[in-house]
T-cell receptor
Framework: AQKITQTQPGMFVQEKEAVTLDCTYDTSDPSYGLFWYKQPSSGEMIFLIYQGSYDQQNATEGRYSLNFQKARKSANLVISASQLGDSAMYFCAMREGAGYGGSQGNLIFGKGTKLSVKP | NAGVTQTPKFQVLKTGQSMTLQCAQDMNHEYMSWYRQDPGMGLRLIHYSVGAGITDQGEVPNGYNVSRSTTEDFPLRLLSAAPSQTSVYFC??????????????FGNGTRLTVT
């Protein structure tokens, strides 16, 4: 069963508008972390934001925020005031606690969403 | 401020050839891993290591070998290259596999083509 699901293969957003990239996850481990990475066309993987399963507040990092709905097992990335440089692939990933249910603490990725920002 | 260093950046192999992708990190991270990235598939884990002398298989280990003789280095060996191994390979590290809150730090990737 897929542990990380990103249902939007591609999305468009107008420059300066906000956009939400969807991510749902599946785990029975009470301790886990959720991550978002950005991959621009140059290919490098850039860590954007982290949310822990016990965190009470949604994570924020500059223009990035994570809409964490634990009961729904969703961790959507919100980018405010989109810029042309935000055009990239975005990956949602999850890390379970090592040792729980056979987990080795590896990071599991979704298939990604390609975001295109229109001028 | 090197972080995770991967070499080479590009490589072309013929079917049946072998090669080693190098990965080194200078952050004293216990955990290291190799992923491959294929279009529409996200990143899939090939092998990982939770410390020097300890390695294990990930989701797609066939055709690859790893070793971890030092904390810093985690080379990936292709034993007999096949066209199906054409991909972009990423090495990544983090402080420890025991801390689910530690992000992976990635190298810049190796684009491998097998003809």
């Amino acid at each position: 069963a897929q542990k990380i699901t990103q249902t939007q293969p591609g999305m468009f957003v107008q420059e300066k508008e906000a956009v939400t990239l969807d991510c749902t996850y599946d785990t029975s481990d009470p301790s886990y972390g959720l991550f978002w990475y950005k991959q621009p066309s140059s290919g490098e993987m850039i860590f954007l934001i982290y949310q822990g399963s016990y965190d009470q507040q949604n994570a924020t990092e500059g223009r990035y925020s994570l809409n964490f709905q634990k009961a729904r097992k969703s961790a959507n990335l919100v980018i405010s005031a989109s810029q042309l440089g935000d055009s990239a692939m975005y990956f949602c990933a999850m890390r379970e606690g090592a040792g729980y249910g056979g987990s080795q603490g590896n990071l599991i990725f979704g298939k990604g969403t390609k975001l295109s920002v229109k001028p | 401020n090197a972080g995770v260093t991967q070499t080479p950046k590009f490589q072309v192999l013929k079917t049946g050839q072998s090669m080693t992708l190098q990965c080194a990190q200078d952050m004293n991270h216990e955990y290291m891993s190799w992923y491959r990235q294929d279009p529409g598939m996200g990143l899939r884990l090939i092998h990982y290591s939770v410390g020097a002398g300890i390695t294990d298989q990930g989701e797609v280990p066939n055709g690859y070998n790893v070793s971890r003789s030092t904390t810093e280095d985690f080379p990936l060996r292709l034993l007999s290259a096949a066209p199906s191994q054409t991909s972009v390979y990423f090495c990544a590290s983090s402080y420890s596999a025991n801390y689910y809150n530690s992000p992976l730090h990635f190298g810049n990737g190796t684009r491998l083509t097998v003809t």
